[in-house]
């Protein structure tokens, strides 16, 4: 059984910084993406970064955290992290780890940790 465990998150004011780590427990194979999502309260879940496994590393923010978050993996040992940088009110919310196992149609989720900007 894969599990995901979140570290990192916390209460911080506007402008502040962060860095959340995931690292993924147990055994998996395959191509692999990585990455975090975050869900404000009364918003859907959606997409923060996320990052490729192998030799590319391809990675993507969404236009809202672009220039302010990055995110990166240590595949050797499943890990991913998400640097936040000029945090805003906006930012708040529960971050969770993925863990995407593409050819295989499985998603991992971590349990969320809680990021709280103050204005």
């Known amino acids: 059984q894969v599990q995901l465990v979140e570290s990192g998150g916390g209460s911080v004011q506007a402008g502040g910084s962060l860095r959340l780590s995931c690292t993924a427990s147990?055994?998996?194979?395959?191509?692999?993406?990585m990455g975090w999502y975050r869900q404000a309260p009364g918003k859907q879940r959606e997409l923060v970064a996320r990052?490729?496994?192998?030799?590319?590393?391809?990675?993507e923010t969404v236009d809202s955290v672009k220039g302010r978050f990055t995110i990166s993996r240590d595949n050797a040992k499943n890990s991913v992290y998400l640097q936040m940088n000029s945090l805003k009110p906006e930012d708040t919310a529960v971050y969770y780890c993925?863990?995407?196992?593409?050819?295989?149609?499985?998603?991992?989720w971590g349990k969320g940790t809680l990021v709280t900007v103050s204005s």
């Open positions: 993925n863990l995407n196992l593409v050819f295989r149609n499985v998603d991992y």
């Open positions: 147990g055994s998996f194979f395959g191509f692999n993406s």
């Open positions: 990052i490729s496994s192998g030799d590319t590393n391809y990675a």
